[in-house]
C-alpha cells in the first residue's frame, strides 16, 4: 500500500550531535536493540576543517552556533515499500541533490521496520540532516565557519545562513518540497511499470479534485477525517493494551487515548468508505442517468432488471447483508456525532472576538482609530452621545407640546419637563463644546497624504484578518456541509440495502411459487379421472388468479414508492443548509395562503401587515439560500445526495420488471390450464356416453331376465337368450337342455 510522508524539522543548538548519532546508530545507539533497522547510512560536502569522524562537524555546530539558532534542517521521508532497497536509496540521493545540494553538510540514514499497525507491512523511511550554513569557499576554522554572517565583510565572519525554510516564506517552500517528493515517487513508480500514486495534498483538497473529475466513488473514500501522527510511543503502548481484549474494538472505541480513537475511527472510515464502494458495485444497480423522457422508462427498467437477475454477487453475500447494514448504522452514528461536534466548534470558534466578520465601514473606522490611537473613537462616542441627548430633548420637547395643546398640563409636571430639559440641554452643552474643532482637526489629520496611506495599510491588513476568519468560518461550514451530506449519503445507502434485500427475498419468493405453479400443473395432468381433473383446475385457476391480482396490485404500489428528482433535490437543499430551504418552502405555503385570506378580508390589516412581514422574510431567505446554493461544492454536494437518494428507484424499478415477468408467467399458466379444462371437458362428456349406453343395455339385460324368470316363457316352448357378443352373457332354459337343443 503506497503511503506519502514528507516533513522538515529544525534542529536546535546541543541535538544535533545525539541526533546524528541516533540516525546513524553510532555512539550509544550503535550497542543498543533498536526496532530499526539501519538499511544505509551516509555524509557529504563536509567542510576541511572535518576530519575523519564526518560527524563531527555536528558537534562543531552544537559547540558554536549561536543559543537561539539552528544547527540543522531535516527532511523526513516516507519510501515506497514497493522498490527494492537499492531503488530508494536512488530515490533518496535523487532528492538530496535537488533540495540540498552541493553548498551544505549533510548526512542521512535509511531505516527500515515492520509497521506498527501492520506487521507484515514494511516501514521504510530516511532521515536527512542538512546544515543551514552555505559555503562559499572561503576557508575558515571550526569556530569561525558558525559566527554570524557579516556581508559586507564575509571572509571576517562565518558563513552565510540558508533561510527558506524561515517564518517568511517558509509555509511555501515546505509545499514546494513536498510536493516535488511526490513528483519523484509517481515518476520511480511509473518507472517501475506500479500502478501506485502518493500525493502531498490533504484530503480536502483531493476530494474536491475526485468531485471536479467526475470521479464520485474516489471522492466518497476521501470524504473521511485526516489521521494524526501518534509516534511510536502511543502506537506500541495503544497496541498491547488492545491485544488485552477479546474485540480490541472495544478497546479502541471506549478505552483508547483520543488520538488512537481518532486514527482508529479514521482508518474504519476509509475501509468501511472502501467497502461500501465494493459492495454498491457488486450488489446494487449501476448508477444510470435520470430519465429524460417517459418513452426510456421500459427500457431503462428491462436493462436494470437483468442486470440484478444476473448479479452472482447478490446470492453469494446474502448473509453479509446484516453485517454491512450494521457497519452502516455505525458509520451513520459517528457521522452524525462529527456533525454535532463540528458544529459545537464553529458556534465557539465564531464567538472568538479575533474571528469577527466586519464590514467595510467598521473596518474603516478601525483603521483610524488604530491611526488616530483612539482618537477618533473618542470622538465618534462624544457624537453619538450628544445624538442621543439631542433626541431625548426633542422626545421630551414633542411630549410636553402634545400635553399642553390638550391642556392636561399640571403645573407639577410643567417645572418637572423644565427641570428635565435643562438637565440635557447642559449635558449637549458640555458634550458638544469644541467638538466641532475636534472634528475638522481630525479631518485634516486624516486627510495628509501620511495618513491615508498609512490607514490603507492598516485597512488592508484588517481586512486580510477579516478574510483569513471569513475563510476558516467558510471552511468549518465546508467541513459541516460535508457531514450533513455524508449522513445523508449513508443513510440512503442503508436504505437502498435494505430495499435490495426485500427484492432479492421477493424474487427468490415469487420464483418458488412460479415453480411450484408448474410442478402442480404437471401433477394435474397425470390424473385419469376427468371429474377429479376438472376440479383441481378450476382450483388452481381460482389460486392463480388470486396471485395474479395480487402481483398487479403490488406492482401498481410500487409506483407510489418511487423517488422523484424533485423531491430528492429539496431534501438534499434543505440537509445541505440544515433546513432553511425547507423552511423557505414551508414559509412560501403560508404566503400563498395569507394571499387567499386576503382575498376573502381585503379590508383587514393585521393580514396585510403579516403578508409584507413574510415577504420581506421570504425575499431575505431567498437571496441567502440563492448564494449558499450557487457554490460549485453546494451543487457537488447536492448532486451526490440526489444521486445517493435517486438510487432507490433503480432498486423499484427491477422489483416491478419481477413482478410483470411473473404476472406474463402466471398469464401463460392460466392459458394452458384453460386449454386442460376444455379438454377435461370433453372428456366428461365422452364419459357421460360412454355411460348412458351402458346404462341402456344394463336396462335390457334385466328386462331379459326379467322375461326369463316368468313362467309364461317355459310355455312357449325351449328359448335361449343371447345379449352382445360376448358368450359370458349366454343363458339357457334348464327345461330345454334336456331336449338337446342348443342355440
Known amino acids: 500500500m503506497a503511503t506519502y510522508h514528507c516533513s522538515v524539522k529544525h534542529g536546535t543548538v546541543g541535538i544535533a550531535r545525539p541526533h546524528a548519532n541516533y540516525i546513524c546508530r553510532e555512539g550509544k545507539y550503535g550497542t543498543a536493540k533498536m526496532k530499526e533497522q539501519l538499511v544505509y547510512k551516509e555524509s557529504g560536502n563536509m567542510p ?82 542538512y546544515s543551514p550554513k552555505v559555503q562559499d569557499g572561503i576557508e575558515r576554522n571550526r569556530e569561525k565557519f558558525f559566527k554570524q554572517y ?25 509545499s514546494n518540497v513536498r510536493l516535488r517528493w511526490e513528483q519523484m515517487v509517481n515518476r520511480a513508480y511509473e518507472e517501475h511499470g506500479l500502478e501506485h500514486r502518493v500525493s502531498s495534498k490533504s484530503l480536502a483538497v483531493q476530494y474536491a479534485e475526485a468531485l471536479i473529475n467526475g470521479d464520485k466513488d474516489k471522492a466518497f473514500v476521501l470524504d473521511r477525517m485526516p489521521q494524526v501522527h501518534l509516534g511510536p510511543k502511543l502506537t506500541y503502548t495503544s497496541l498491547r493494551e488492545a491485544a488485552k481484549y477479546i ?19 479514521a482508518r474504519q472510515q476509509k475501509q468501511l468508505a472502501e467497502d461500501i464502494i465494493i459492495h454498491r458495485r457488486e450488489r446494487i444497480l449501476t448508477l444510470k442517468e435520470n430519465l429524460e423522457i417517459k418513452a426510456q422508462e421500459c427500457s431503462i427498467r428491462a436493462e436494470v432488471a437483468e442486470k440484478v437477475l444476473s448479479e452472482p ?44 466578520l466586519l464590514s467595510e465601514q467598521k473596518i474603516k473606522e478601525l483603521a483610524n482609530d488604530i491611526y488616530t490611537k483612539q482618537e477618533s473613537k473618542r470622538i465618534r462616542t462624544q457624537v453619538a452621545k450628544c445624538k442621543a441627548d439631542m433626541a431625548a430633548l426633542n422626545e421630551l420637547k414633542a411630549e410636553w407640546n402634545e400635553k399642553a395643546k390638550t391642556g392636561t398640563l399640571t403645573p407639577e409636571e410643567e417645572k418637572q419637563y423644565m427641570q428635565q430639559a435643562k438637565s440635557l440641554q447642559d449635558a449637549y452643552t458640555k458634550r458638544s463644546v469644541g467638538l466641532k474643532e475636534r472634528i475638522e482637526k481630525m479631518k485634516q489629520s486624516l486627510a495628509t497624504e501620511k495618513a491615508q496611506k498609512a490607514t ?32 445523508f449519503i449513508l443513510n440512503s445507502s442503508r436504505t437502498n440495502l435494505i430495499e435490495m434485500e426485500k427484492f432479492v427475498h421477493e424474487k427468490n419468493k415469487l420464483w418458488n411459487r412460479m415453480e411450484r405453479n408448474g410442478l402442480d400443473i404437471e401433477k394435474i395432468k397425470t390424473v385419469k379421472n376427468p371429474n377429479e381433473r376438472m376440479k383441481l383446475i378450476r382450483s388452481k385457476i381460482v389460486e392463480i388468479n388470486y396471485q395474479e391480482r395480487g402481483l398487479e396490485y403490488r406492482s401498481q404500489k410500487l409506483n407510489r414508492f418511487m423517488m422523484k428528482e424533485e423531491f430528492a433535490r429539496n431534501a438534499a437543499k434543505s440537509v445541505y443548509t440544515h433546513g432553511q430551504y425547507k423552511k423557505y418552502v414551508k414559509l412560501g405555503q403560508e404566503i400563498e395562503k395569507l394571499r ?15 403578508l409584507d412581514e413574510q415577504l420581506q422574510q421570504h425575499q431575505a431567505l431567498k437571496e441567502k439560500l440563492t448564494q449558499t446554493l450557487s457554490t460549485p461544492h453546494a451543487q457537488a454536494s447536492i448532486q451526490r445526495m440526489v444521486d445517493a437518494r435517486m438510487e432507490k428507484n433503480y432498486v423499484l424499478e427491477a422489483r416491478k420488471t419481477v413482478m410483470e415477468e411473473n404476472l406474463h408467467e402466471l398469464r401463460l399458466m392460466k392459458d394452458e390450464l384453460a386449454g386442460m379444462r376444455e379438454h377435461a371437458a370433453q372428456d366428461i362428456v365422452q364419459e357421460q356416453q360412454r355411460g348412458g349406453l351402458e346404462q341402456a343395455a344394463s336396462s335390457l339385460l334385466d328386462n331379459i331376465k326379467e322375461l326369463a324368470s316368468l313362467k309364461e316363457a317355459h310355455s ?14 349366454l343363458y339357457k332354459d334348464r327345461t330345454l337342455g334336456h331336449g338337446g337343443y342348443e342355440r
Open 48 to 129: 576541511s576543517f572535518v576530519g575523519e569522524d564526518q560527524l563531527d562537524y555536528w558537534d562543531a555546530a552544537d559547540e558554536f552556533t549561536r543559543i537561539n539558532g539552528r544547527t540543522y534542517e531535516e527532511f523526513e521521508l516516507a519510501l515506497p515499500q514497493e522498490l527494492s532497497d537499492e531503488d530508494n536509496l536512488k530515490l533518496v540521493k535523487a532528492f538530496i541533490a535537488e533540495e540540498v545540494g552541493e553548498t551544505h553538510a549533510y548526512t542521512f540514514a535509511i531505516h527500515s521496520k515492520p509497521a506498527a499497525n501492520d506487521r507484515e507491512q514494511r516501514q521504510i523511511h530516511a532521515h536527512i540532516m
Open 150 to 174: 557579516y556581508a559586507k565583510e564575509p571572509e571576517r565572519q562565518g558563513a552565510k545562513n540558508d533561510t527558506r525554510f524561515s517564518k517568511l516564506n517558509g509555509k511555501m517552500e515546505i
Open 247 to 265: 474485540d480490541p474494538k472495544k478497546y479502541y472505541l471506549e478505552e483508547a487515548p483520543k488520538k488512537v480513537r481518532h486514527n482508529f475511527l
Open 313 to 356: 454477487v447478490i446470492e453469494r453475500h446474502e448473509e453479509n447483508a446484516k453485517d454491512i447494514e450494521k457497519e452502516l448504522s455505525a458509520r451513520l452514528t459517528v457521522s452524525q456525532a462529527e456533525l454535532s461536534a463540528a458544529t459545537k466548534e464553529l458556534q465557539q470558534f465564531r464567538q472568538q472576538k479575533e474571528n469577527y
Open 456 to 487: 490603507k495599510e492598516i485597512a488592508d491588513s484588517i481586512r486580510q484578518r477579516v478574510e483569513v476568519a471569513r475563510q476558516r468560518i467558510e471552511d468549518r461550514k465546508e467541513r459541516i456541509n460535508n457531514l450533513r451530506a455524508q449522513s
Open 596 to 610: 387567499k385570506e386576503i382575498l376573502l378580508a381585503p379590508s383587514n390589516a393585521s393580514l396585510t401587515a403579516k
Open 716 to 729: 312357449l316352448g325351449s328359448l335361449t337368450a343371447r345379449i352382445g357378443n360376448s358368450s359370458d352373457h
